[in-house]
């Protein structure tokens, strides 16, 4: 038996609707676009009409400022280098996954100038410290919605109404929160935003994209095909054309199309408020084991779902894994791709467990796993 | 020479967009206006594009598509003379038929 609790890395189990239509997508064939017969067409179709769906659930009226990538991370890195260059400046927060750092860390050896505003456990972005980081040459700003180690939400209504004040677009790395929370750019400050297709929405891995806003213009990062003005060497300026060159992942698109069809009848909210009680017995029942530490406040509700802990000193890795193999617990222990992160909590070394269900997980399971964490923690301890 | 159903219909939209052209149909669609994609005519297009075709009847619905933000680059009357833009008298004009003007006499 397997206890999945690694949704913040990707949603397991996946609704029946989406190996279905994955299936008939498979069964159907074409390229999207690539040639004018019936299956390209059908298969571009299809695509569109996630566009569409996608274009709903995150308030743009264009369905074509939705582009595909193959993941958040190729999302982010489409905005970030077809926005910024030598000389300009860019602002961030302290928190930021590896898909945010790595990629600003290569454009400041470019000759971006990059700010991380600071923070500490309760107040993980100083609003005043931002509100005064802005310069002349401040081109973006960009940060993740939740942590994706804690689930603490960042204050992105304020982040985003102080850069739209300045005039400054506002990219976020919507990366644990697409599909959790509700995230229309019609009533959120919010320029860009990059989703994962494979987590909260419920699709398949090697689906992800981003939203772009009427007043954002992105320069490509991979440049060729994308069956239209062929007869041009130069890349089409016209969204999503000239930021999707090569085949898209189609039946993937489809699946994410399922993926998000199954969310939307079974209510965004609901399905956070599920999660999000079944973060809270999780807390409620760590806080009655010896030794556990919680990271992230012990109130689920007004966080992604994700509970992090740790056992006294006790390296996360070793929890992690004999909750593995012991108990047939999947968590995610370590780093989670975010040292800044854990800088900020002060788990650099020992990492944290991290715990993440999804409205698939049953109380049932949720018990079990305390159960397990209680005998690790009288094994450890 | 006219094809599919641009043979039928008569009226024409090209777009630069495979995304925009679905767009439009989506429009059509819910104004039960029937249409079809077909490749854009030689004379019209420069590279392997796709325009979509609606019977001339519904013409007006042109104004539908921009209050859309549908992005289109073209929309036309196929005539025998060949493409003339929708809305303009025949005799109008001539230019936008390229060189290699398309045998419209179906």
């Known amino acids: ?381 | 020479m006219l094809y599919g159903m641009l043979k039928e219909y008569r009226a024409l939209i090209t777009f630069d967009s495979l995304s925009e052209a679905f767009g439009a149909e989506q429009v059509l669609k819910e104004r039960n206006c029937p249409s079809a994609l077909i490749h854009t005519p030689r004379s019209l297009r420069a590279g392997c594009n796709r325009a979509l075709c609606f019977p001339l009847a519904f013409k007006d619905l042109i104004e539908d598509l921009i209050d859309a933000r549908v992005v289109f680059t073209g929309c036309y009357e196929a005539r025998k003379e060949g493409f003339v833009p929708l809305g303009e008298e025949a005799g109008d004009s001539e230019s936008n038929q390229g060189e290699d003007n398309d045998d419209l006499s179906g």
Not at chain 1, 23 to 41: K, Q, T
Not at chain 1, 205 to 228: E, K, M, W
Not at chain 1, 288 to 306: E, M, N, Q, R, S
């Open chain 1, 1 to 381: 038996m397997m206890i999945y609790l690694d949704n913040g890395a990707t949603s397991w189990p996946k609704p029946q609707e989406v190996k279905l239509i994955m299936n008939e997508a498979l069964d159907s064939g074409g390229n999207p676009g690539r040639g004018g017969h019936g299956v390209s067409m059908e298969a571009a179709r299809s695509v569109y009409r996630v566009r569409e769906l996608l274009s709903k659930i995150f308030g743009i009226n264009k369905p074509t400022r939705v582009v595909f990538t193959s993941n958040a991370t190729q999302a982010i890195n489409t905005a970030l280098f077809g926005i910024l260059k030598s000389g300009d400046h860019v602002i961030t927060s302290s928190l930021e996954h590896n898909a945010v750092t790595r990629p600003l860390n290569v454009l400041e050896n470019r000759g971006v100038k990059v700010t991380r505003i600071s923070g500490r456990s309760g107040n993980e972005f100083s609003l005043e410290e931002y509100a005064a980081a802005f310069r002349d040459n401040t081109k973006l700003v960009v940060t993740l919605h939740a942590s994706n180690i804690s689930g603490v939400l960042l204050p992105v209504e304020q982040i985003g109404e102080i850069a739209r004040g300045k005039g400054v677009p506002y990219l976020l790395d919507a990366a644990q929160t697409a599909g959790v929370y509700p995230l229309d750019l019609n009533s959120l400050p919010v320029d860009i935003l990059a989703f994962p297709g494979h987590k909260g929405l419920l699709g398949p891995q090697g689906t992800g994209g981003l939203v772009i806003g009427d007043n954002c213009s992105l320069r490509p990062f991979i440049y060729g095909g994308t069956g239209s003005l062929s007869e041009l060497d130069s890349q089409p300026d016209f969204l999503p054309d000239a930021l999707e060159s090569g085949t898209l992942n189609g039946v993937g698109i489809a699946g994410l199309g399922g993926g998000v069809k199954y969310l939307l009848a079974q209510g965004m909210d609901n399905v956070r408020k599920r999660e999000q009680q079944l973060c809270q017995s999780l807390i409620d029942g760590l806080l009655h084991i010896p030794g556990v530490k919680l990271y992230g406040g012990t109130d689920a509700a007004t966080k992604a779902p994700i509970v992090a802990f740790n056992l006294g000193e006790i390296d996360s890795m070793i929890v992690g894994d004999m909750l593995d193999e012991e108990y047939g617990i999947i968590s995610r222990a370590g780093l989670h791709c975010a040292p800044h992160a854990h800088r900020m909590l002060g788990t650099i070394e020992q990492g944290v467990v991290r715990l993440s269900p999804s409205h698939f997980t049953t109380e049932v399971e949720i018990g079990e796993t305390l159960k397990a964490v209680a005998k690790v923690s009288k094994e450890l301890l």
